[in-house]
């Protein structure tokens, strides 16, 4: 490729890089900021500030609230082959209890397991003197294992879809071991309402009121579950009973967003899917006069009775919320319920005043190191030594503009990776020049030395930066927030400093060497 095009592409670049590398340096004061991109550079959580939190899940309750599930589908299951299944219940998380009424009904369960529910084994089955038989069946180790790293998985993407939501610019949300997530939240400076969105479980369920039921009572009726409910917006004493099966779940709702009624009371409106607004409209048809209990997270928010069959797919959460309140209750209806409780294991806040601590001696580093080098190629390699120079302020700029056309997050490891570029961007001249010089003291011409030193260094040069980014490369893949950090502006500023020290110095010094003539160059 000639001279000429070798410039023009370099100053192509620069421009480019100037665009995408000015947003971070403006921020969003200038009136430059309309026609600039808007990604920018971001701060993590060491310079910027804000929360740490590693969260438990408890995916043993996902596992027994699967089995409960499957407890109730195989009851109807049962009913659909005309034998009936009573009272389906879990014991200690792990094993489902019931009851057949005729001992002659145990084979037909058994054909009905391996048929429909081969993720179940049977336990023990104990025939009593009535003519019952009691049956336990429990899940299979690989299907414990499977439904936990399933719960594991779901509440990592629940969570993320949540802080997503929540508006939070390049958090870093992880697994870890021991059923554990790691939540990295650079620039949040209200940790209580974060953590109140990142751990509420969110189960929403629409359940009949049971007018008839007496709560005085100290036992209640099958079928019936007693659950607080909140009035005026608070949790009082005051329990309603409901019918325990939920006629409908938050599973089945596709959107929801908070809203004001005429008195400007904030309420949470929201839209079902198709099937869920198949089985609302249904449900409220036959049940004109009834009362229906909205519960989520197994409290009672409101309890309004059913005028009239509702179509549309549509319905409402109301109780006396905050207009933040009903955000941020939407915001976790949106992105799903939690399939397991979570548990704030630990909680950090990380303040600004340490991160701009950070951002100064970070940057005092960078300026020191960045002025020695300077400094030292200008005497040792003269008029070379600037170009060295001026190349490597030219890959900062490539390094910061691709840094935030990527929206990149600059950690204090990545920092310290801006600081190794800066030798490695020197190192690839300092091998291009000790080239050259070979060159000339062997007779070559100014010219000719310049190319061949440029052709000889280049492949050593390529070698070692191509495992650099390999090096690089894994360490994004398998480390953790700031290690990442490191991977990343290591990784622009290898290629960087490679397109720099090989293709636009070499470009300069052969229109340099071309007309220097008897004079040479100074290297």
Request: charged share 20%; glycine share 10%.
């Amino acid at each position: 490729m000639g001279v000429r095009w070798r410039l023009a592409i370099a100053v192509l670049v620069f421009l480019v890089s100037l665009v995408y590398a000015l947003p971070t340096f403006l921020g969003g004061e200038s009136s430059l900021s309309a026609i600039l991109p808007s990604s920018r550079v971001n701060l993590g959580l060491d310079l910027r500030g804000g929360i740490h939190l590693t969260l438990g899940v408890d995916v043993a309750k996902a596992v027994s609230n699967t089995l409960a599930i499957l407890g109730q589908d195989l009851r109807r299951q049962a009913q659909e082959e005309r034998f009936a299944v009573l009272r389906p219940r879990v014991i200690g998380g792990t094993v489902l209890d019931f009851i057949l009424t005729r001992a002659e009904h145990e084979e037909k369960v058994r054909q009905l397991l391996d048929k429909h529910y081969p993720q179940l084994t049977p336990d023990s089955f104990v025939r009593a003197e009535n003519g019952q038989v009691r049956c336990t069946v429990r899940f299979t180790d690989q299907e414990v294992e499977r439904l936990e790293s399933m719960a594991l998985e779901q509440a990592l993407k629940t969570i993320r879809n949540r802080i997503d939501q929540f508006g939070v610019a390049e958090p870093d949300i992880r697994k870890q071991a021991g059923n554990r997530i790691q939540i990295q939240l650079p620039g949040v400076s209200d940790p209580k309402r974060a953590v109140q969105i990142i751990g509420q479980t969110a189960h929403l369920e629409f359940h009949l009121v049971r007018e008839d039921v007496d709560l005085e009572k100290t036992v209640l009726p099958a079928g019936v579950i007693a659950l607080p409910y909140q009035e005026k917006g608070e949790m009082g004493d005051r329990k309603l009973a409901i019918e325990k099966d939920a006629m409908l779940s938050g599973e089945d709702v596709e959107d929801a967003r908070p809203a004001f009624d005429q008195m400007n009371q904030a309420y949470v409106s929201l839209t079902f899917n198709s099937r869920g607004g198949r089985i609302f409209e249904k449900v409220t048809g036959e049940n004109v006069g009834r009362r229906m209990a909205i519960v989520l997270d197994d409290k009672i928010y409101s309890a309004p009775v059913i005028r009239e069959r509702i179509g549309g797919g549509r319905a409402s959460i109301s109780g006396s919320f905050t207009t933040e309140e009903a955000q941020d209750l939407a915001i976790v209806l949106r992105a799903g319920s939690l399939p397991a409780p979570v548990t704030v294991l630990e909680e950090r806040t990380v303040g600004p005043s340490l991160g701009k601590e950070s951002i100064d001696s970070g940057i005092s580093a960078s300026l020191v190191g960045a002025a020695l080098v300077l400094g030292f190629m200008a005497i040792y390699y003269g008029a070379s030594g600037l170009i060295a120079d001026g190349m490597l302020c030219f890959t900062l700029l490539i390094l910061l503009a691709g840094m935030g056309a990527f929206g990149a997050t600059l950690t204090l490891p990545g920092i310290a990776g801006i600081v190794l570029t800066i030798g490695m961007s020197v190192d690839a001249n300092v091998l291009i020049y000790e080239r050259i010089r070979e060159e000339l003291r062997a007779g070559f011409s100014p010219f000719a030395a310049v190319r061949a030193g440029f052709d000889r260094a280049a492949i050593t040069i390529t070698d070692s930066n191509l495992t650099t980014i390999i090096t690089a490369v894994i360490l994004y893949q398998f480390g953790t927030g700031p290690v990442r950090g490191f991977a990343v502006t290591l990784s622009l500023g290898i290629i960087a400093s490679m397109f720099t020290a090989i293709f636009v110095s070499r470009a300069l010094f052969e229109c340099w060497a071309r007309n220097a003539g008897a004079r040479g160059i100074s290297i």
